[in-house]
C-alpha cells in the first residue's frame, strides 16, 4: 500500500496547489485562537505563516517520505526561526492516529500554549483527513463537545475537512474516553 500512496503524493500535492491558486481552497484556516489547520507548509510560505501566524509549533501527520528536505524544512530549521516540531505519522487514506499519538499531540499544544504563547499548525498533506482527525481530537478534549460538533465546527472553518464514518466512530470512542460516558 506504501507504493501507491507514494505514487499518489505528487499529484494531490499539485492539487492542493492549483486549488489554493484559484482560492476555492485557503492553504491553511485558524480553528481557534491556538490551532491553525492546514496542507503541508512548504519552505517557500513558512516564515511569512510563521510570522502572521505566531506559529510557535508545527506537528506533522504526515509519513516519512512526504517530509522531504527538498520542499519541507527539517526540525533543526524549523528551531532556527523558533518553532518546535512533532512528527505523528500517520498512513495516507487509511490510518488513524493512535490514542498514543494522540496524547502526544494534546501535550504539544498544551505546551505550546501554556510555555510559549503561540499557536500550533496541525497539517498533513491536504490538511483534510489526519491533520483534522487531531484538531477534533483537541476541540473534543478542549472544549468537550460532542463529535458531530467538532466535526461541523471543523467544517465551517475548513470546508475541505474530510472525516468519514471510520473516523467518526473513532472520534466518538475517544469522546468516550476522553470525556466520560456520563457526557455522552
Known amino acids: 500500500m506504501s507504493a501507491i500512496r507514494k505514487a499518489f503524493f505528487f499529484p494531490?500535492?499539485?492539487y492542493n496547489v492549483v486549488m489554493d491558486t484559484v482560492r476555492s481552497r485557503n492553504w491553511f484556516n485558524r480553528i481557534d485562537k491556538h490551532v491553525v489547520l492546514g496542507a503541508m507548509p512548504f519552505r517557500s510560505g513558512l516564515e511569512s505563516l510563521v510570522s502572521s501566524e505566531n506559529i510557535k509549533g508545527i506537528i506533522s501527520m504526515n509519513e516519512e517520505f512526504e517530509l522531504n528536505p527538498r520542499w519541507y524544512a527539517t526540525k533543526e530549521e524549523l528551531k532556527k526561526i523558533g518553532v518546535e516540531f512533532l512528527n505523528l505519522p500517520v498512513d495516507d487514506y487509511v490510518g488513524l492516529p493512535t490514542s498514543e499519538q494522540i496524547a502526544s499531540g494534546l501535550h504539544f499544544i498544551e505546551h505550546i500554549i501554556q510555555d510559549r504563547q503561540g499557536s500550533v499548525y496541525i497539517h498533513c498533506k491536504a490538511g483534510r483527513s489526519r491533520s483534522a482527525y487531531l484538531a477534533a481530537a483537541y476541540l473534543i478534549a478542549r472544549e468537550e463537545k460532542k463529535v458531530e460538533e467538532v466535526v461541523a465546527q471543523l467544517k465551517s472553518k475548513r470546508p475541505q475537512v474530510w472525516i468519514g464514518a471510520r473516523?467518526?466512530?473513532?472520534?466518538?470512542?475517544?469522546?468516550?474516553?476522553?470525556?466520560?460516558?456520563?457526557?455522552?
Do not use: M, N, P, Q
Not at 473516523?167 to 457526557?183: C, F, N, P
Open 12 to 14: 494531490t500535492i499539485f
Open 167 to 184: 473516523e467518526v466512530r473513532s472520534l466518538e470512542d475517544y469522546y468516550t474516553k476522553a470525556i466520560g460516558k456520563g457526557k455522552s
